[in-house]
């Protein structure tokens, strides 16, 4: 007495199989075994290709890199066929001498074009474009044979030995340039020249226009007033000439190698 009794909860002996679930038919059950059997034959082979990848040792004949940036569509110096901008010049060690085109191509754009990119943070560069080039102007990336090793055979030396024919490997550096396009950099252009019009036209207003967009001090000049006598060049050309006039003298003096 006192206490109130809860509902009847009946629990059933066991699950009934709603009739509504679609049986499995035992063709698909077949089929499911086959592809397991045929995925566990391969785990030995696979097993056995990452472990040699991983414990592979480092290639012994290898190759250097010195990698540049340029840019189309500006004056050249000497045979160079484009133009050098920003100091971008990046050395790398130890590349393996039987990297093929793509793989080359692959190594240049990963070290080299962060630094472009940081050249003007502002601006929307567009990296799928850019192209890598050797020292024969050569587009890696449509070279006939992208499976080959593709400076290997240039390492390659007679031995020194009278009448042999015996071939070895002698270490040489190469250089690989990632090239932005003309109509690319035109654009860049474009919208430096645009940065530094609005900053001269708020110099009186904002004594301290801001962050200006300079990759560094020579890419987009400071603006300079009209009236000051170094002013001597149009506003649309200064940020390419006096880029340009420095920049190739500047390029690879400093190179670092990783």
Not at 14 to 43: F, K, M, T
Not at 53 to 58: F, G, I, L, T
Not at 78 to 91: H, L, N, Q, V, Y
Not at 174 to 184: C, D, G, M, N, R
Request: hydrophobic share 35%.
């Amino acid at each position: 007495p006192g206490h109130r009794s809860g509902p009847d909860i009946h629990i059933p002996s066991a699950w009934q199989v709603p009739r509504d679930v679609a049986r499995i038919h035992p063709g698909e059950c077949n089929i499911s075994s086959q592809v397991q059997q045929q995925q566990h034959a391969l785990y030995h082979a696979q097993q056995e290709r990452w472990m040699n990848q991983a414990y592979r040792s480092p290639p012994s004949e290898t190759i250097t890199l010195e990698i540049s940036a340029l840019h189309e569509g500006g004056p050249r110096k000497g045979r160079m066929r484009a133009t050098p901008f920003g100091s971008i010049c990046e050395g790398m060690k130890d590349i393996d001498a039987r990297a093929t085109a793509p793989k080359l191509a692959s190594i240049a754009l990963a070290k080299v074009t962060g630094k472009i990119m940081a050249f003007c943070p502002e601006f929307l560069w567009r990296p799928k474009e850019f192209v890598v080039r050797d020292s024969s102007w050569v587009d890696l990336a449509s070279f006939p044979e992208p499976m080959q090793p593709y400076f290997y055979n240039e390492c390659l030396h007679a031995a020194s030995r009278k009448n042999s024919k015996t071939m070895v490997f002698k270490p040489k550096q190469f250089s690989l340039f990632i090239v932005v396009p003309e109509a690319q950099w035109r654009e860049y252009e474009n919208y430096a020249n645009k940065l530094a019009e609005d900053a001269m036209s708020t110099m009186d207003a904002e004594p301290n226009t801001g962050s200006l967009c300079r990759p560094n001090k020579r890419s987009v000049p400071a603006p300079i007033p009209a009236s000051s006598s170094s002013f001597n060049t149009s506003l649309a050309a200064r940020p390419l000439s006096h880029s340009l006039t420095h920049a190739s003298d500047e390029v690879c003096r400093s190179v670092n190698y990783v």
